[in-house]
């Protein structure tokens, strides 16, 4: 199975969180054009167990595939930490980039200390993938990892700042980052990287609870510049701007879409295509905060895995 | 299709929520046998599209039907309201309950003043099939409808008491129930209908807001008690006490189970068989709580939908 270097670049998120990776990859990759896929009928992953999550993955990468993508960027944490494995089995030879080992980078590369915390749901943080990323590059690391499934709750319903999202960051963060005083002698992290998607948004109220000195990185700048390594390695980088390709209809697609149509106008939202598993109007408008910029409705293609 | 008087009764939620019903159940209906089935591999439902639950309620119906149940309970809110008349259709004859008329029975009954409030789901509130079934029985009422489907999430995180979930307790009351003084002479609701199976755990958090006057009520007493009444209208209730009889494999399970070994101890919990989609610990550990007894890993099997 080879590709064209004209064919899009295919994102797949449990639901709306990986746009914030998709925001990195449209600024870093502005001639690219992509599928965004969106589970968003099974979400979340990350209560859900290794096994079921592996097989939402497959199914997923199997449905950007026959969209004719040239690559897959897995922009879930928890998909990445237990199904990148088998991703790369079923789609080799083409290119699979997850996102934790790009977060581990980016906490490496923040850190002073080597104490990091690691921020992410249940099942990425029981896992210990992040956990093993980092030991690899910086085998001296501390490394406390903080399971924060209500983050994502909060993010969803567009929670993600105010006084419910600090009094749950501190409810996750205060006896670690709060109940240490200088007499202590206890060491704190310097850094928290954000080992999910959905959690950037929440960097103000995580702020509050840490204080200005700890480093918060997340995975989504890192993924992007690891995608450009990795397209030019395959000889897979576009050579041509996204606005002159229109983007071709999803086959079987639910609803019908108004991007091919949008493409037409050179707007550079045409070189995005949505694709979610269920309720357009909701990714849309939970999924505008997470991009950066406005997501209509008719943007949103649905389809069935 | 008809089924003796001695077979289960089959009880179906989005995940663990409905324990709450089945409880209510299992002290009104001591001699029945049960069989819970959660759909926790794909809940939450009451974000999805009422399609995609609707699709989602009939392979749950289906999946009971094959283990022999003589009637359905929907202890799911979000179900009920928009998939009752498509299990209804599907399972005929045998009586299907759904809880929402149930809730709007304890709500009239609970309110004086006729101002009542309903929380539940977005997918809930916004069908508006609780409004409906209250001004049928009583179309003088005025009702406030409440989504709030950030409590899911702190029920399901065990986060159910203290600050956090008082915190957004006023989030979705405050503005109704904090902000009318007396002199300003608008009505507040006397009453509050839970209109979702996880919300109970969090009656304290809501008290804590809504203070000692409000009455809280939920539909699982009153879902139990129409259970019993539709059994006896159809002669289907159980004459011999559930402890004598053993509870049935369940077919293709992925999981063994040990509650046919329990049942012949006479215990309680024999009469239960629980059912998952994934995550059979994490439906033990948590669902503990909802049901208020323990239950063990080994006692929940899981199957695929």
Do not use: W
Not at 289 to 297: A, V
């Amino acid at each position: 199975m080879t590709r064209p270097s004209s064919a899009p670049i295919g994102v797949f998120d449990s639901g709306i969180g990986g746009l914030t990776v998709l925001r990195a990859l449209l600024a870093e990759l502005p001639r690219e054009r992509f599928r965004y896929l969106g589970d968003t009928a099974r979400l979340p992953y990350g209560t859900k167990t290794g096994e079921t999550v592996v097989r939402y993955s497959l199914q997923a990468a199997e449905a950007l595939l026959d969209l004719g993508v040239k690559c897959l960027v897995v922009a879930c944490n928890t998909a990445s930490a237990v199904g990148l494995e088998a991703i790369r089995d079923r789609v080799r030879p083409l290119p699979v980039i997850g996102v934790i080992e790009p977060g581990a980078e980016a906490a490496c590369l923040a850190t002073r200390s080597g104490h990091i915390a690691v921020m992410g749901t249940e099942r990425t943080v029981s896992g210990g993938a992040y956990q093993q990323a980092i030991l690899k590059r910086r085998p001296d690391a501390r490394i406390d990892a903080l399971p924060a499934q209500l983050f994502v709750a909060l993010a969803e319903e567009g929670l993600s700042e105010g006084a419910i999202a600090e009094s749950v960051a501190r409810h996750y963060l205060g006896a670690l980052f709060e109940g240490h005083g200088a007499e202590s002698g206890e060491s704190v992290p310097d850094t928290i990287v954000l080992g999910c998607t959905h959690f950037p948004v929440l960097t103000s109220a995580i702020r509050a609870v840490v204080g200005p000195r700890v480093r918060i990185v997340d995975s989504a700048e890192t993924t992007a510049r690891v995608v450009r390594a990795e397209l030019a390695a395959n000889g897979l980088a576009s050579s041509s701007g996204a606005q002159a390709l229109g983007a071709a209809q999803v086959p079987g697609a639910a609803q019908a879409s108004s991007v091919a149509e949008a493409s037409s106008t050179a707007e550079p939202s045409s070189a995005v295509q949505f694709i979610a598993t269920d309720g357009a109007e909701r990714f849309a408008r939970v999924g505008s905060r997470f991009l950066g910029r406005p997501i209509r409705p008719d943007e949103v293609q649905l389809i069935d895995l």
